[in-house]
């Protein structure tokens, strides 16, 4: 970072204070207690965290790293209308107005779906992507398949009962 980058720091009322990266490193360099203190950078800014914080959110970095590198293997598409390669969710501040509970819910069931995907066979997969993502109706997908409408029907449906089982758990 450079020097007149911005930072923010937890005064002891529990507000933050913006300083900039140097004079960051020059508390680091004066007292001891800046040395421990866990930083995350969010849209090109430092933000300081408590330790627990700082641990979810690198357990999370991680595990989205390992679940994009599963994807890329299927080209899983995801069901987030942003892109998610143009995005770099450490440069995001949330919405300190919206329920962060329910999105973290919300976040953690796509995630879980994802890995769902990443179990099917390709041709589970292939099918349950143009039903639901490209919307093609089972009977556009049969007749390009070449295969009866109720085969197609009836996989669809064991497919669905094998997602269910996987998320259930």
């Known amino acids: 970072m450079k020097e007149n980058d911005r930072c923010f720091i937890k005064t002891k009322t529990g507000h933050y204070k913006e300083i900039t990266y140097k004079e960051l490193n020059d508390k680091r360099k004066t007292y001891i207690t800046y040395r421990s203190k866990k930083f995350i950078k969010l849209s090109g800014i430092l933000l300081e965290v408590s330790k627990s914080e700082y641990k979810i959110f690198e357990s999370e970095a991680n595990r989205l790293r390992y679940i994009n590198r599963a994807e890329s293997h299927k080209n899983v598409f995801s069901y987030d209308q942003e892109d998610e390669d143009d995005i770099n ?6 919405d300190l107005n919206c329920n962060v509970e329910q999105e973290v819910e919300q ?3 796509i995630e879980k779906l994802k890995e769902a995907l990443l179990k ?6 292939e099918l349950i992507k143009a039903l639901y993502y490209e919307q093609k109706t089972i009977r556009e997908y049969a007749e390009n398949k070449g295969i009866p409408f109720t085969t197609v029907e009836s996989r669809k449906d064991k497919i669905l009962n094998k997602l269910k089982k996987y998320l259930k758990n």
């Open 89 to 94: 969710y450490k440069d995001t501040i949330p």
């Open 107 to 109: 976040k953690m069931e």
């Open 120 to 125: 099917l066979s390709n041709d589970e997969y």
